[in-house]
Structure formats: structure tokens, C-alpha cells
């Protein structure tokens, strides 16, 4: 398992590499990458985005992801996992986080890899500032984040 | 006993405290009892910790209820429901 | 959109930043990649698949894979999707397929990635030949790939 | 009439027969028809056409049920359930 919180960019083709490392059993590779919008609203362009600080609670991330990643074996066969959630002031279009599941199937691959997503969300200490026309605004939680993760509990 | 406070995010910027060792009141048990005490600090405590914002807490890492008891040299933090991803 | 039936092997990270292009109202790309597995069980090494053959249908390919991401339009808010599916010998851990869906938000990029690899299991016009210790076999196709797709017309 | 018929994958190699233009007798008008047709041509055939085998069916690349009918100029192609990603 690979958690990392970095202030650097990431290349995905690098983590896919890392990820499969030697293994010849693995046939299933679902990931996703987050990126800041710059526009949220073709509407009204003064909430353009400029740019977003992250920031996060260094000691309890690693092992808030840790632990997400233990629940998400518990519920899938997993072979291995890449979690990397960038901090600090990223532009707009740039890479913020990476989840990467490796597995048999790819079903399992999938589904770990969208709970993963949905608890990151709603359960580890990121919190986003958004630099707009209008100034710097905090972020609010999306009650769609919520309900998101509350259908993984009402699965299975 | 003495504990450790962290501040995160929104808190962090409108209570401008990151963090702060405390000697904790004898009176304070848990992390409900740890708020209302904070909220009595000024306007900028009241606004946070009153019960009218949602608060989420962590001890030693771990997010906890407000009815969890604080225990000596626990690092207690304090910040705003999360946004990465 | 793009679809690319092709031998060359593909770079995600290339892939990831044609899909973007000079978008900034993409806020998720959900990715799959199916590897060749070497290791079918762990119980059985005589199964070891050495390499894996690949046949399509040209012509039909295309658009049946077009009309599969046309249907995931239909249902989802997608931005842009990539689909490239390698054809002809195939070693061990190469990588067989990417299917990449990008849109604003994370629901609807994870939900049509994971429909189009549904669908492209089940009608797109691919075959495959693995070759093992024992010689050659075409791959039957699996029960549980019908049924994930079976799911889509009973969900929504 | 005249038509093109594909075969694909197992079927291809077992015929061992990937393409031919055919002449169709005026009395086939579906693919149930053409499938029965085929199998009349040998045992390679027979195993295949006879309805033992799962044998899917696209007309000018659309897949297609066994009731479908045929058309002059029609690119026909048999092949067996398919197995990429």
C-alpha cells in the first residue's frame, strides 16, 4: 500500500508502474484523478477558480487513509492500493488527488476504488480553499459527498 | 492535566491559533465539555464552539463524539467537516 | 471521443492529457486498465497464461464501442471518454485495454467507466486466444460479465 | 442474391474459413435460415450451425437476433460470444 501527501505533482503511468510492481497476477487496474475545475458554473464566471490551497492535519491523514484502505480490503479482493493526495496551492486543471486499485477483477477493482473516494471525501482531514475573482473562500462539504458514502453502509 | 489543541482550516484562521498546549480545568471530561469552555474565550470562540457551527474533533488522530473522554497528554483537535478529494 | 483499435501499446499519463486537452470544467477522470494476467490460480501453475492473442472485428469494433459510450452519455454527464483496446499477441502483465471517462464530478465519471467496461465485455467484437502450458484456448466468455451488465438495465 | 459472410475467432478456425461472397438461395431470408443452411455443409459445420453452439450474428456490423432478415449487399458475420476487455 502506497499513501502518500505530497506537495509535487504525480505521473500516473509512474504510479501504475509502481502499483503492478513484478505481480503477474493482476488483471484489473481502476483509478481516478481529481482535478481542480476552474469553472464550476457556465453561468457566472466571477466564481472562476484561480487557484486552491490544501490543506490537511499531517500524523492523522496518513492514517485516516490507512484505515480506508483496511476497510476496502475487508469488503473486496484488493492486491494493492495507491492513495496520493496533493497539499498546498494548486492551479487550476492541476492533479489533486490519485486512488489506484489493483486487483484480479475488475469488479472489485471498481468498487474499492470508488469507496475509497467517497470516504476520503467525507472522513480525511483535507480541507480545500478556493482563490476566486471574489477572493479566498473555504470550501464547503457537499451534501452529495455524504450521501455517497452512506450508500456504501446500506450495501451489501 | 495538560493536553495538547489543535485548530485546522476555518478555525484555524478566524481563532488565528494552530495550536496550543493547555492545562485543562478538572471540571473538563470530554470533548462537549472541552467546547463550551473554548466558547467563552471571545466572540470569535463563541461563534465556533457554541454548538452553532458543526465542529468535528479528533483525539490522537481519531475522529471522536463529543461525549469522548479526554485523557492526559492527548492531542485534541478541532476543525470544520472535510473537503479533499 | 476517442477510439483506437491498435497493436502499439498505450501511455496512461499521455492518454489522461489528450483526454483533458485544454479543458478546465473537469473535475474527475475515472480510468480502467485490464493487464494480462499471467496467474489465473494460484492452485494450478499449469494454467500460467504465457501469452494472449487478440482478435477483433473491424469495422464493427468501432462503432459498437461508439455506441456503447453514446449510451453512457445518454445516462451520465460525461465531458470527453477514451476508449483504446490492444489487439494481436500480447505477453504476460502487458496492458490490454484502457477505458478513461472524464467529467465534472466524480459520481458520473466512475458510473460510465465502469458501464462502458461492462458493455465492451459483453458486445463488442474482441476475442481471445490464450496460450498455456497445455496450448491454445479461446477464452469462454464468463457468467459473471453478463450478469454486470445485466445489473445496468435493472439499475436507474 | 449475392452477400458477404465473416467468420470470427473459434469459428473462423474450425471452418477454417474467414470470408466468402455467397450466392443465397432465394428460400433463406433470415439468419436462422443462412445458420441452418451452413450447418448442411459438413461436420465442421453441422457442430457449429446446428444450434448446439451459442453463434452470434451481425448484419453490416450490428449484432443482430436469428430472426433478422437478409438483404442484398448484406455483410453477414457469425462469430462466437465475445471475450475482449
Redesign the interface.
Known amino acids: 500500500m502506497k499513501i502518500s501527501i505530497q506537495i509535487e505533482d504525480f505521473?500516473?503511468?509512474?504510479e501504475?508502474a509502481l502499483l503492478?510492481g513484478k505481480?503477474?497476477?493482476?488483471?484489473?487496474?481502476?483509478?481516478?484523478?481529481?482535478?481542480?475545475?476552474?469553472?464550476?458554473s457556465?453561468l457566472n464566471h466571477e466564481n472562476d477558480v484561480f487557484s486552491m490551497t490544501?490543506?490537511?492535519?499531517p500524523?492523522?491523514t496518513e492514517?485516516?487513509l490507512a484505515a480506508i484502505v483496511k476497510q476496502a480490503e475487508q469488503r473486496w479482493k484488493i492486491i494493492d492500493a495507491t492513495i496520493i493526495?496533493r497539499v498546498g496551492v494548486l492551479q487550476?486543471?492541476e492533479q489533486?488527488?490519485l486512488v489506484a486499485v489493483a486487483s484480479?477483477?475488475?469488479?472489485d477493482?471498481?468498487a474499492a476504488?470508488?469507496f475509497i473516494?467517497d470516504y476520503?471525501?467525507?472522513?480525511?482531514?483535507?480541507?480545500?480553499?478556493e482563490t476566486t475573482a471574489d477572493g479566498d473562500h473555504?470550501?464547503?462539504?457537499k451534501v452529495?459527498d455524504g450521501a455517497?458514502r452512506e450508500r456504501w453502509k446500506n450495501a451489501e | 492535566m495538560m493536553i495538547k489543541v489543535l485548530y485546522f482550516a476555518r478555525l484555524k484562521e478566524s481563532l488565528n491559533y494552530s495550536t496550543e498546549e493547555m492545562l485543562l480545568p478538572s471540571n473538563i471530561k470530554t470533548i462537549l465539555q472541552l467546547k463550551t469552555h473554548l466558547s467563552a474565550r471571545g466572540d470569535a470562540w463563541t461563534a465556533i464552539f457554541s454548538g452553532k457551527q458543526v465542529v468535528r474533533a479528533a483525539i490522537n488522530h481519531a475522529l471522536v463524539d463529543d461525549t469522548e473522554v479526554i485523557k492526559v497528554g492527548d492531542e485534541v483537535a478541532f476543525f470544520p467537516p472535510v473537503t479533499g478529494g
Not at chain 1, 505521473?11 to 509512474?14: C, F, G, K, N, P
Not at chain 1, 490544501?54 to 492535519?57: F, R, S
Not at chain 1, 473555504?138 to 462539504?141: E, G, H, K, M, T
Open positions: 505521473d500516473l503511468t509512474t501504475l503492478l505481480r503477474t497476477d493482476i488483471g484489473a487496474v481502476a483509478s481516478f484523478v481529481g482535478l481542480v475545475r476552474q469553472v464550476t457556465e490544501l490543506e490537511h492535519y500524523g492523522m492514517k485516516a493526495h487550476a486543471a489533486i488527488v484480479a477483477h475488475r469488479g477493482a471498481f476504488c470508488e473516494m476520503l471525501k467525507t472522513e480525511a482531514p483535507f480541507w480545500k480553499k473555504w470550501v464547503d462539504p452529495t455517497a
